[in-house]
């Protein structure tokens, strides 16, 4: 119900676009997020939006470089990532939910994941 695309090999500096497709039910009302897990580490908080797009909130490590974004009439969820660093690298998670939150339990919903690496 939730597919993560956009992720690929860069260098340190450049930029991606993850997106998120909703299928299956309509996404408007929730609550939508991006996760990241990088090998040998637990999943992380990367970047949460509310259903009207209002009050974005990132984890301090992608402030000011990534930013998230919806188009609720496409159920479509975005990650714009600028500057990138390796420690970025990870797999990029869509997640969908209730709460406004950075806990990931509380998300029902994900996708599959998209790699992002970033060579320095």
């Known amino acids: 119900q939730l597919q993560a695309s956009g992720g690929g090999l860069v260098q340190a500096g450049d930029s991606l676009r993850l997106s998120c497709l909703a299928s299956?039910?309509?996404?408007?009302?929730?609550?939508m997020a991006w996760f990241r897990q990088a090998p040998g580490k637990e999943r992380e908080f990367v970047a949460t939006?509310?259903?009207?797009?209002?009050?974005?909130y990132y984890a301090d490590s992608v402030k000011g470089r990534f930013t998230i974004s919806r188009d609720n009439a496409k159920n479509t969820m975005y990650l714009q990532m600028n500057s990138l660093k390796p420690e970025d690298t990870a797999v990029y998670y869509c997640?969908?939910?209730?709460?406004?939150?950075?806990?990931?339990?509380?998300?029902?919903?994900w996708g599959q994941g998209t790699q992002v690496t970033v060579s320095s």
């Open positions: 997640a969908a939910g209730d709460r406004f939150t950075v806990q990931a339990l509380n998300y029902a919903y």
């Open positions: 299956g039910r309509t996404f408007s009302r929730y609550v």
């Open positions: 939006i509310s259903w009207s797009a209002s009050s974005p």
